[in-house]
């Protein structure tokens, strides 16, 4: 089983300024990588899938890069409202599989 | 409007019996895998099993196997878990998911099962 490491349990950032968020596979995935947003009470949202590809309706402030072992998701002005626990996880190989999450906290 | 509703969790002791039930709208799901995630406060979101759009072929995580079964009522527009045996660590908060191109594209609310004696 491939394991998915989000290093950075809880990210403090201003308002407006940038957070970057990591993502390392046990393994090489290729670009089966996808990144989901999840807000208190409600169900994870799709953000980026093909690790670089926004999802629909995702605005442009969030952005995915990386492939292989090493990925990164970026959201390059945070507003209030991007704050929420982002999860990565991998599509190459059965199971699919989840890291723990980056809780993405508002200065 | 695509929507999954979830149903069925409950609370019951080890070694007993659950069946969940996801009610989908705004597609079909007969055109779709369709699976289920849990998601626990110590090990985050858990990929639990899934289901190929006719039904004819399923899998599951190794911590499920022989324990769970994925069906789906595609007349109904509905997935189901069945849950026998279930212990402590099944406890979780249980997500349906529609598999698309191929991610999870969209997600219920959630069904909440806890098991504890």
């Known amino acids: 089983e491939i394991v998915m490491t989000q290093a950075t349990a809880t990210l403090s950032v201003s308002p407006g300024e940038r957070a970057t968020l990591s993502c390392r596979a046990s393994?090489?995935?290729?670009?089966?990588l996808a990144w989901y947003q999840q807000k208190p009470g409600q169900a994870p949202r799709l953000l980026i899938y093909?690790?670089?590809t926004r999802a629909t309706g995702i605005p442009a402030r969030f952005s995915g890069s990386g492939s292989g072992t090493d990925f990164t998701l970026t959201i390059s002005s945070l507003l209030s409202e991007d704050s929420a626990v982002y999860y990565c996880?991998?599509?190459?190989?059965?199971?699919?599989?989840f890291g723990l999450g980056t809780k993405v906290e508002i200065k | 409007e695509v929507q999954l509703v979830e149903s069925g969790g409950g609370s019951v002791q080890p070694g007993g019996s659950l069946r969940l039930s996801c009610a989908a709208s705004g597609f079909t799901i007969s055109n779709y895998w369709m699976h289920w995630v849990r998601q626990d406060p110590g090990k985050g979101l858990v990929w639990v099993s899934r289901i190929y759009s006719d039904g004819s072929d399923t899998s599951y995580a190794d911590s499920v196997k022989g324990r769970f079964i994925i069906s789906k009522d595609n007349a109904k527009n509905t997935l189901y878990l069945q849950m026998d045996s279930l212990r402590v660590e099944d406890t979780a908060l249980y997500y349906c998911?529609?598999?698309?191109?191929?991610?999870?594209?969209?997600w219920g609310q959630g069904t909440v099962v806890t098991i504890s004696a």
């Open positions: 998911a529609r598999e698309y191109d191929p991610v999870f594209d969209y």
């Open positions: 093909g690790a670089s």
């Open positions: 996880q991998q599509y190459d190989y059965w199971p699919w599989t």
């Open positions: 393994q090489s995935v290729s670009s089966n």
